[in-house]
C-alpha cells in the first residue's frame, strides 16, 4: 500500500461545479498537508497548506483534513476554466522528514 | 515564474547514454531538490543538496547522482539510461535546510527527458 493515494482521475466538470479532490494516506505520523497545482507544462506550486485537522478557506478553496480518518480533501466553489490543472496532495510528518506527494488529479472545467 | 530556472527544458537521447540536467535555484535559496514525475509512480524525491551538501536521500537510482556547486546551481547526472528513466525531471528549491513544514518549495518547469 503506497503512503499516499489519490484518485487517478481524469475529472472534468462544467464551469460553476463545485469540486471535490481526496487523497487518503496510511502514515499516522503525517500531521503537515499541502495542496500542490501543476498547470500543463509547468512545475507543481503551492496552493494551500493545514496543520493537522481541521478546515482552513482561501477564497474559493477549501482544504479539509481529518486525521482520525487519515483523509485529506480540497474543494474548489464556482469551478472556472482557469483551474483546470493538475491537483497533487503531499504530506509531511515531522520537521527532519521529507514531502510526500499523490500522484496527482487532472481536473478539466468546461466553459 | 517561481524564479526556478531548468535546463534543458527537453532532451531526447539513447538508451546507455548519460545527460547532465541543471537548475539554478531562486536567489538566496540554499537547498535544491530533485524530484522525478512519471505517470505510474507520480512526483517522486531524489535527492536535496544544502549549501553543497547533500542533506537527504531518496529513491534515487545508483546510476543517478547530483551535486550542488559553490555557486548555488545543481546538477543531476543520469547515465546509463533505460527507456523507464524518460520522465519529466523537476529541481525545486527553499531557503532552508530541512524541506519547510508548510511544504513551500518553488519548483522549475522541469526538464522532459525521453529515452528511446
Known amino acids: 500500500q503506497k503512503e499516499v493515494e489519490q484518485d487517478p482521475g481524469p475529472l472534468s466538470v462544467p464551469e460553476g461545479a463545485i469540486v471535490s479532490l481526496n487523497c487518503t494516506y496510511s502514515n499516522s505520523a503525517f500531521q503537515y498537508f499541502m495542496w500542490y497545482r501543476q498547470y500543463s507544462r509547468k512545475g507543481p506550486e503551492l496552493l494551500m497548506y493545514t496543520y493537522s485537522s481541521g478546515n482552513k478557506e482561501d477564497g474559493r478553496f477549501t482544504a479539509q483534513v481529518d486525521k482520525s480518518s487519515k483523509y485529506i480533501s480540497l474543494f474548489i466553489r464556482d469551478s472556472q476554466p482557469s483551474d483546470s490543472a493538475t491537483y497533487l496532495c503531499?504530506?509531511?510528518?515531522?520537521?527532519?522528514?521529507?514531502?510526500?506527494f499523490g500522484k496527482g488529479i487532472t481536473l478539466s472545467v468546461r466553459p | 515564474d517561481s524564479g526556478v530556472t531548468q535546463t534543458p527544458k527537453h532532451l531526447i537521447t539513447a538508451t546507455g547514454q548519460r545527460v547532465t540536467l541543471r537548475c539554478s535555484p531562486r536567489?538566496?535559496?540554499?537547498?535544491v531538490y530533485w524530484y522525478q514525475q512519471s505517470l505510474d509512480q507520480g512526483l517522486q524525491f531524489l535527492i536535496q543538496y544544502y549549501n553543497g551538501e547533500e542533506r537527504a536521500k531518496g529513491n534515487i537510482l545508483e546510476r543517478f547522482s547530483a551535486q550542488q556547486f559553490p555557486d548555488l546551481h545543481s546538477e543531476l547526472n543520469l547515465s546509463s539510461l533505460e527507456l523507464g528513466d524518460s520522465a519529466l525531471y523537476f529541481c525545486?528549491?527553499?531557503?532552508?535546510?530541512?524541506?519547510?513544514?508548510?511544504?513551500?518549495?518553488?519548483f522549475g518547469e522541469g526538464s522532459r527527458l525521453t529515452v528511446l
Open positions: 525545486a528549491s527553499s531557503v532552508g535546510f530541512v524541506t519547510p513544514n508548510t511544504g513551500e518549495l518553488f
Open positions: 536567489s538566496g535559496d540554499l537547498s
Open positions: 503531499a504530506m509531511k510528518a515531522g520537521a527532519n522528514s521529507k514531502l510526500t
